[in-house]
T-cell receptor, first 110, second 115 residues
Framework: KQEVTQIPAALSVPEGENLVLNCSFTDSAIYNLQWFRQDPGKGLTSLLLIQSSQREQTSGRLNASLDKSSGRSTLYIAASQPGDSATYLCAVNVGNQFYFGTGTSLTVIP | GAVVSQHPSRVICKSGTSVKIECRSLDFQATTMFWYRQFPKQSLMLMATSNEGSKATYEQGVEKDKFLINHASLTLSTLTVTSAHPEDSSFYIC???????????FGQGTRLTVV
């Protein structure tokens, strides 16, 4: 069974700092990997989708990488802002369902 | 991107009553929808996979008689929590994708509180 782990569980950084969130998964047989943002009490907002054949995807200040063979993905956030404060979840798609990580709670301090 | 609408966003009900949550794909047809549950400070756990026109597939440990799922059309799936108890209080989220293995779109979630 696929297991998804995210490190760190929580992260607090000053505004303007660049940061990296990590996601690892145990089974490399995936269709794709998605990074989501979740604000308290809210649903999920899709940030980036990386297909299994891709190495990275970029959207604005966000860059996600995927190393399927080693079962790892990173989400890089450049020039962090207080509005980036949220929980970030990665999820791997194995075709018939998603497996979610436990999330990284990010706080960006003004 | 595609839109998945979930309703209601919040519901409070009394113990023993039933609550229905709707999940609609607004601009695409979804043959498969997924229902997740999220406890405080925990990640999403898949409850069941809803297939249009057939019975839902439940994950181990999820009571199918308690969590009734109906996927009557290609744009609508419903989750009914029957005989709700306080321990059913949680955040429920649905998702849908256009095709197997493609990007998933999530509803806004439903905060259920059973009193």
């Amino acid at each position: 069974k696929q297991e998804v782990t995210q490190i760190p569980a929580a992260l607090s950084v000053p505004e303007g700092e660049n940061l990296v969130l990590n996601c690892s998964f145990t089974d490399s047989a995936i269709y794709n990997l998605q990074w989501f943002r979740q604000d308290p009490g809210k649903g999920l907002t899709s940030l980036l989708l990386i297909q299994s054949s891709q190495r990275e995807q970029t959207s604005g200040r966000l860059n996600a990488s995927l190393d399927k063979s080693s079962g790892r993905s990173t989400l890089y956030i450049a020039a962090s802002q207080p509005g980036d404060s949220a929980t970030y979840l990665c999820a791997v798609n194995v075709g018939n369902q998603f497996y979610f990580g436990t999330g990284t709670s990010l706080t960006v301090i003004p | 991107g595609a839109v998945v609408s979930q309703h209601p966003s919040r519901v409070i009900c009394k113990s023993g009553t039933s609550v229905k949550i709707e999940c609609r794909s607004l601009d695409f047809q979804a043959t498969t929808m997924f229902w997740y549950r999220q406890f405080p400070k925990q990640s999403l756990m898949l409850m069941a996979t809803s297939n249009e026109g057939s019975k839902a597939t439940y994950e181990q440990g999820v009571e199918k008689d308690k969590f009734l799922i109906n996927h009557a059309s290609l744009t609508l799936s419903t989750l009914t929590v029957t005989s709700a108890h306080p321990e059913d209080s949680s955040f429920y989220i649905c998702s849908a994708d256009r095709d197997r293995g493609t990007e998933a779109f999530f509803g806004q979630g439903t905060r259920l509180t059973v009193v």
